[in-house]
């Protein structure tokens, strides 16, 4: 896991995060801060050591924690989120040595993590996919009642 601590230690992660949370800062749903990587991440390898899916650890840990690095730049300048992230993520995930092909899934899976439709195309990308939405509380949130989640997207229960 050295290359994961290397994402979290990576001044541009950093530099995203804080600039994330100070655009949240108000926000009243669902927030895209450590926590809800580290949950997505966990959720993702969890799901991965159940189903006995050939992810690795750190490659899920990477895409889980670098999926919303874009969010800032979506909310500053409208890119979409996925789109603005794969591209600070490929930076970040050189910096830390991931090969050429773990970059390539990781990015994939981080382009194609808000579509179900395109998430389904690569196992990374899917599961990633699944865990960024299992990984909401919505039954305990104050703001579930003026969400615009679809009813069915939100979870009443606890899932994985």
């Known amino acids: 896991m050295e290359r994961v601590n290397q994402i979290i230690q990576h001044e541009v992660f950093i530099r995203e995060l804080k600039k994330l949370m100070r655009l949240e800062d108000e926000r009243i749903y669902c927030r895209h801060d450590i926590d809800h990587l580290l949950s997505v991440a966990r959720i993702a390898y969890i799901t991965a ?27 500053e300048t409208g890119i979409p989120h996925e789109k603005a992230g794969a591209r600070t993520a490929e930076m970040i995930l050189k910096d830390c040595g991931f090969s050429g092909e773990e970059m390539d899934e990781i990015l994939n899976a981080i382009g194609n993590h808000r579509s179900k439709e395109n998430a389904q195309e690569a196992l990374l990308a899917k599961v990633l996919y699944d865990a960024d939405k299992k990984s909401r509380a919505c039954f305990a949130c104050r703001a579930q009642a003026s969400c615009d989640w679809p009813i069915e997207k939100k979870n009443f229960s606890i899932r994985r």
């Open 49 to 75: 050591l159940e189903e006995q899916l050939p992810l690795k650890k750190d490659i899920i840990y990477a895409a889980a924690l670098l999926h919303d690095v874009g969010r800032a730049a979506q909310y």
